[in-house]
């Protein structure tokens, strides 16, 4: 690369100018071989242990999408976790998702952790914090679901910002948890609501990310067009024939059936699963041998 050095009238002498091109050369050197800082990533959790229930989260992919994923135990009988994709790469989406997470711990953490408060209330609040967060730092579309665990009397409190909805298996059949607000990150004031569900014994709630839903859905409806790929049917009926004795298990599942459905997209994909299981009796060993697809290695990251 030359340099943009600007002559002088009178040709200068001969230590001059070296030390002048040195120190240029030096400086273009310096510039284009410093090593940047290495960019923070969502810090991993850990899914916490559960009284009469059995959570887990299974992520598969390239880490190039703004999948993300928190379980957070609030309280002495509630456990929190979210799911959301922040649209854009990983690269670019990055110190949204380290925000996002802190903002997401810290106000959980004082929102959830009273004994006697509304948690309908709660969660709304939840949901303006973290959209306020991500507008902060620019208008980006991210979808979210947001759900907080009662151990006690086992229900969930949940906010779907957008987010695709989520699974709720119970001796009734499968009920879809749908949308109940925009997605986060458009508006500085957008109306999030949110329900409670109560989870039967021996019941199963499942969230899964896009990717998982469009891979699914190619085999579902391999006429279907590109619109439609999205629809939740496939995704209904891999969990009817998916076990719920464990929720490691179920989530593995459903990643295998994503990846028999479409190969081609599960390996230019991110596809993440989480699954709450309540009052599981089943072994774990059937599926904690499970620790490969097709593809590559499943990873449990939670993060």
């Not at 002048?20 to 410093?34: E, H, I, Y």
């Not at 699974?167 to 949110?194: E, K």
Request: charged content about 20%; some cysteine; proline content about 4%.
């Amino acid at each position: 690369m030359t340099l943009p050095i600007e002559l002088p009238y009178q040709r200068p002498n001969s230590t001059f100018w070296e030390s002048l091109m040195r120190s240029k050369l030096a400086g273009s050197f310096m510039k284009r071989t410093q090593v940047d800082a290495p960019a923070r990533e969502p810090l991993h959790c850990d899914t916490p242990r559960i009284s009469g229930a059995d959570m887990a989260a299974v992520y598969f992919g390239e880490r190039v999408a703004g999948d993300f994923y928190e379980v957070l135990r609030v309280g002495s009988s509630r456990v929190i976790f979210v799911m959301l994709d922040i649209a854009g790469r990983r690269a670019d989406t990055r110190e949204i998702l380290f925000t996002v997470q802190r903002t997401f711990r810290e106000r959980s953490s004082i929102l959830f952790a009273e004994e006697d408060f509304n948690e309908t209330s709660a969660m709304i609040q939840l949901c303006y914090a973290m959209n306020q967060t991500i507008i902060d730092r620019g208008v980006r579309n991210c979808s979210a679901f947001i759900g907080c665990y009662n151990e006690d009397v086992g229900t969930v409190c949940y906010a779907n910002a957008g987010h695709t909805p989520a699974l709720l298996r119970d001796r009734s059949g499968i009920s879809l948890l749908a949308a109940t607000g925009l997605p986060l990150g458009l508006f500085t004031h957008t109306t999030q609501g949110a329900n409670t569900y109560r989870l039967e014994e021996e019941s199963a709630l499942l969230l899964v990310s896009r990717g998982v839903v469009e891979a699914i859905s190619l085999r579902h409806d391999a006429d279907s067009s590109l619109s439609s790929n999205f629809a939740m049917e496939g995704v209904v009926a891999a969990m009817e024939q998916a076990p719920i004795h464990r929720a490691y298990g179920l989530c593995l599942a459903m990643l295998r059936s994503a990846q028999q459905s479409a190969p081609q997209v599960v390996g230019g994909a991110d596809l993440t699963t989480l699954a709450l299981v309540r009052n599981s009796k089943g072994e774990l060993n059937e599926y904690e041998s499970l620790n490969r697809l097709n593809t590559g290695p499943v990873t449990d990251y939670r993060y």
